[in-house]
């Protein structure tokens, strides 16, 4: 069983982000300015939108967030938004979800310039994705297609379940993995809250991708042998032997599933920083595009 280490990998990523960065500068470019919006105080928000700048410092990029009140309004969100979209010096910019109730997610998704959309998530980008034209790609997916392809996790041919429909994750995922490219060529299956009989799907994969948001819902016994199993999932498991009274737990019960997998990603480690290193290659490559 080999694991797939999204933690040495994106670091790779990074380092490789870090040396066109430099070289960016030596040469007089401009150097690539993320920024981020959060509205209100969810832990785990803060948690990834820290990570999110932090690495920004770390392959050299400018980066600014914007912190604001849960209660506001979403004319003044959208606002925001605008002031991003004609600032001249941001080349891309992420609006963490979920936001607050009173703000229509998919009215704050269309308003994004889809040039600066790094997540992927504009219908332009996404229409751009499903049709194979250059985009955007979501940065979980892509950081999925991005691990499969380091690990030279052959998809093409093989049998591919995808648990979960999301429109950032479980969705595209399907889409690409289904696609005419290097890593994609796969009969996919996409599963979700009412499939039935899952695990005689399950059973038959070559690749499950679980990105359904319930802690260790995957077993042992709903995969074969010689399983590639990639765990999406990021759920916090109330835990009182940590000092922060949680765990955090993937989708898949790794224990059992990894002494029969090939391949599999741990949580935390695999996905999760691929994330991260894909939304910094979405944004070079927005940077790039302005040159
Ligand atoms: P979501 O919560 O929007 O949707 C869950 C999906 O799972 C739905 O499509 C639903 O139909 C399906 N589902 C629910 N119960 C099911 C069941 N019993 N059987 C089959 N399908 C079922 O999903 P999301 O936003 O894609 O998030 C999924 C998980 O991935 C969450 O834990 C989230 O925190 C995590 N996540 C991780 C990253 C990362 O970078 N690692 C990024 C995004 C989301």
Redesign the pocket.
Known sequence: MIILDGKQTSNNIKDEIALVVQNRKSKGLKTPHLAAIIVGSDGASMTYVSSKVKSCQKVGFNSTLIDLPDDIAEEQLLDEIEILNKDNDIDGFIVQLPLPKQIDEQKVLMAVNPDKDVDGFHPVNVGKMTLDLPSFLPA?PYGILELLERYNVETSGKNVVV????H???RPMSILLSQKRKFGNATVTL???R?KN?SDITKEADIIVA????AE?LTGDMVKEGVTVID????RVKDDTKKRGYRLAG?VEFESVSKKAAYITPVPGG??PM?IAMLLKNTLQACENRD
């Open positions: 979980t648990i979960g429909r999301s950032i994750v479980g599963a979700h809250s499939t899952l990105a359904l948001g319930i819902f999406v999932g990021i759920t989708d996905v999760g994330t």
